[in-house]
């Protein structure tokens, strides 16, 4: 066992500052890409089957990982449990709900670019939940991504499915936002496998029940095959790769630089929503971009830059 405890306890040790931040990127770029194939999924699963099938998919990958590589794990503790339910509870099933029903009502470009907030709703989010200070520098990309989120709304005229689509996307972006910072304040004995799993098999047994009332078999059944390789996706590399990343570097790195980080994911899932939907981009979106942008490169500045 000892040659297979390699990948499991090689993970428990601490990153430095400039290898975590490279696994918190990495991860947010697999959840940017999330946002393309939860639009394939979402025109075949309902919500809550799709986030059930992305977790089944992610637990039956991770429980082997965990055993070959570390056995069972002990039983974590209660304040260790509760950590870990609200992470699956936050950014696993009601940021997949949220974010499928929003893609319904919403374009993969437009969707990326309400998910650019994220750094900004991190940051704000980071004063009361990790007693960060709330400074000029936060404040102004705050309203720079308002500002952005006016545009997005504005855009798209005052028909259509309208307000609707972008608030569902922008419900996904706090539940993401806290899901980040539970991650700071989640325990650290805990290895990123096992806490992949924990918070993954947390993630199916919540959505399982709701899935249940979906009539769930008749949707599997008539499934594409590109509907099936959009869950492939989703429970493969984006929840068991971007889950290990996130947990095995988000110990290394700052709330600040988490924020910066998820930054990557509205441009991964812009930039793929334009090059794999072949979804325009109108000029408003653009616009909107720009503000995003600057709110990203406000906030990645050090402190004392910042005025």
Known sequence: MTALSSPGNSLRRPFGPSASLLMVCGAFLLVGSSVVASKVVTAAFPPF?????????????????????Q?????????AVLALGLQ????CVLFSVLLLE?????????????????????????????????????????????GAGALLHGGKGAGGSGWLGPVLLF????????????????????SPV??????????LALSLGPALTEQPLAALSSAPAAAWLGALWLGAPVTVGGFVLFHAGVAGTSGGAAGVASALVPLSAAGLS????????LPTDLMAGALVL???????????KAG
Not at 74 to 79: F, I, Q, Y
Request: hydrophobic share 60%.
């Open 194 to 203: 096992v806490t992949a799993t924990a918070v993954s098999f947390a993630s």
């Open 71 to 79: 056995g069972w794990p002990a039983w974590p503790g209660r304040r």
């Open 294 to 304: 600057g709110a990203i490169l406000l906030l990645a500045l050090p402190t004392g």
């Open 102 to 146: 929003g893609l319904r009502r919403s374009g993969g470009v437009e969707a990326g670019l309400t998910l650019g907030t994220l750094p900004a709703v991190v940051a704000l989010l980071a004063v009361p939940l990790l007693g960060e200070r709330l400074d000029r520098r936060i404040g102004v990309a705050v309203l720079l991504a308002a």
């Open 88 to 91: 699956a509870l936050t950014g």
């Open 171 to 190: 419900g996904a972006v706090v539940c993401e936002a806290l899901f980040t910072l539970l991650g700071k304040r989640a325990v650290v004995h805990l």
């Open 274 to 281: 334009a090059l794999l939907l072949g979804e325009a981009l």
């Open 49 to 69: 089957t799709a986030t059930a099938v992305r977790f089944a998919i992610a637990v039956g990958l991770l429980i082997p990982w965990m055993v070959l590589s």
